[in-house]
């Protein structure tokens, strides 16, 4: 794909994150790694909704703005992911209400923020991590994110959202909507005692699917 279509990309996906009420006012922000290891990353104070395709910020391999607005102030949350999963080609990064909901609840195990509940949810967005509330612009955060060592796609940063890395921007979109309707489900089902997938159900997607589930002894879930 050329420069020109990630950035529509960028804007198409944006517009459509931000109209379905994933991601208020000028939350959330979207990267896509270039073959020539520089980003493709979407404006700071920037909505979703409105983004303009010739003000998205691209950075060269190391970091430093070529053109365009100023990248958003999260990037690190962006590069600690990209730094630790070889395979991210892009990240998406919203505050969207039912991820962010989950986040506060007592029950939550940082090493997997939800059961399967589904098989998309496992499928996209594989397991969630939970890493602690940080003040916004804290660099610690990224350490945080570093910690995990790469092993989850997806991760939800406690009082504030997710933040969940692709192959393509759409796989990393179609992720972050997984994890937020599977936060959903949780809220709706909670207290209700459902029936989640079985180890056996869960064991039958990582074989036929081939996926790569971050090792969890499974209490409960
Ligand atoms: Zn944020």
């Not at 986040?103 to 594989?126: H, S």
């Not at 489900?185 to 079985?198: F, I, T």
Request: glycine share 8%; charged share 20%; proline share 8%.
């Amino acid at each position: 794909m050329t420069d020109a279509k990630f950035r529509e990309e960028i804007c198409r996906f944006g517009r459509s994150l931000f109209e379905r009420g994933l991601t208020p006012g000028s939350s959330g922000n979207i990267s896509l790694r270039l073959d020539d290891g520089g980003w493709l990353v979407t404006p700071t104070n920037a909505s979703l909704g409105f983004l303009d395709p010739a003000r998205i910020a691209r950075l060269d391999a190391k970091g430093k703005l070529v053109s365009g607005d100023p990248p958003t102030k999260e990037i690190p949350l962006h590069t600690a992911l990209y730094e630790t999963r070889a395979g991210a080609r892009a990240i998406v990064h919203l505050h969207s209400t039912h991820a962010v909901a989950i986040t506060m609840l007592p029950e939550i195990d940082p090493k997997a923020v939800l059961p399967p509940m589904t098989p998309y949810y496992l499928m996209r967005a594989g397991q969630t991590a939970l890493v602690p509330y940080f003040r916004p612009g804290d660099p610690a955060v990224a350490d945080a994110i570093k910690g995990l060592a790469g092993r989850y796609s997806s991760v939800l940063l406690a009082n504030h959202g997710p933040v969940v890395a692709g192959e393509t921007l759409e796989a990393a979109v179609f992720a972050t909507e997984e994890l937020e309707e599977t936060a959903k489900l949780y809220l709706l089902l909670r207290g209700l005692n459902p029936r989640y997938l079985s180890p056996e159900q869960v064991s039958d997607l990582v074989r036929v699917f081939g996926l790569t589930l971050p090792k969890h002894d499974e209490h409960g879930h």
